[in-house]
Structures are given as C-alpha cells and as structure tokens.
C-alpha cells in the first residue's frame, strides 16, 4: 500500500501543483524610525523585487512619512489602505513618531510588526518601551536578514 506523501510525489499528483508564484498579496508599509534603521531599510528596499510594499523614514512627530526619495507624504494617507506596518528602530528611535505611527495603524486594525536593530551596542529599556505596546509582534535583536525574510515571507 502506497502512503499519501508517496502518492503526492507521483506525476498524477504533480498536475494539481500550482507552478507560477503567488501573487503580491500584501500593502506593507515599512517605516524606519531614525537614520540607522533607515540605512538598513534602505538597503532591503535595493534588494528585492516587492510588490506592494513602500519604504519611509518616519518624519518629526510621527505625523508624516517621508519616502526614500525625500517625498513627504501624510501618514494617515499612507497607513489608509495598508494590510500591515512594519516598524524598524534602533536604540535612537523617536518615542512620539513611534506612538503616532501605531495608534495609526491600531485604529484601522492594521497588523504592526516591530524590529529593534542592535548592531554593536545593547538594548536599552527606553527603545523597548517606546516601541512594545504598539508591535503585535516583536523581533529583538533583529538585523537586516530578518527583515528581508519578514517581507519575504508576507509575500510584501
């Protein structure tokens, strides 16, 4: 008797496999929040093919998004049509822009995602502080691989 995993591996099986890839599913938003997590925001922004995602540095107060290219848009226009928000921070981050940015996203129901970058120094309680109560999830230390996998993997 053939086992199902046997059987999903035959030719028969493989017809119903679906062989292009899946479609950009998802409008992300992925703000960096002071000029360390900006330059790796960058950089992940250059290495991909993303579909719907769009990259920004979080301006003063958190009331506006500025585009990579220097645009300066509203963030309640930005957030508006969004599935999620990922925020990206080191140690240096801005607790207002932060707080702005996700009461934002909390009453439209968009799923945050918080990223502290460590590079070389600790974490300070402060920068934890500022960005925990607005993250659904948290990554702690997080580097650029993980947020290259993170948009990866939301189909960004």
Same mark, same amino acid.
């Given at each position: 008797?053939?086992?199902?995993?046997?059987?999903?591996?035959?030719?028969?099986?493989?017809?119903?496999?679906?062989?292009?890839?899946?479609?950009?599913?998802?409008?992300?938003?992925?703000?960096?929040?002071?000029?360390?997590?900006?330059?790796?925001?960058?950089?992940?922004?250059?290495?991909?093919?993303?579909?719907?995602?769009?990259?920004?540095?979080?301006?003063?107060?958190?009331?506006? *998004?500025?585009? *990579?290219?220097?645009?300066?848009?509203?963030?309640?226009?930005?957030?508006?049509?969004?599935?999620?928000?990922?925020?990206?921070?080191?140690?240096?981050?801005?607790?207002?822009?932060?707080?702005?940015?996700?009461?934002?996203?909390?009453?439209?129901?968009?799923?945050?995602?918080?990223?502290?970058?460590?590079?070389?120094?600790?974490?300070?309680?402060?920068?934890?502080?500022?960005?925990?109560?607005?993250?659904?999830?948290?990554?702690?230390?997080?580097?650029?691989?993980?947020?290259?996998?993170?948009?990866?993997?939301?189909?960004?």
């Amino acid at each position: 008797m053939v086992s199902s995993c046997a059987r999903a591996a035959t030719a028969a099986e493989a017809a119903y496999r679906i062989d292009y890839p899946l479609a950009h599913a998802r409008h992300t938003r992925v703000i960096a929040f002071d000029e360390a997590a900006e330059q790796v925001v960058r950089a992940v922004s250059e290495d991909g093919p993303w579909g719907q995602a769009e990259f920004y540095r979080a301006g003063p107060w958190g009331d506006e *998004l500025i585009t *990579l290219e220097g645009e300066r848009r509203t963030l309640e226009s930005e957030v508006e049509h969004s599935d999620s928000v990922i925020m990206v921070a080191t140690n240096d981050l801005d607790p207002e822009a932060v707080a702005a940015v996700g009461l934002a996203c909390r009453s439209r129901s968009i799923m945050t995602a918080g990223m502290l970058l460590l590079g070389e120094g600790t974490l300070e309680g402060t920068a934890l502080a500022a960005i925990r109560p607005h993250a659904r999830v948290l990554l702690v230390p997080a580097d650029y691989d993980d947020l290259f996998e993170l948009l990866r993997g939301i189909r960004a």
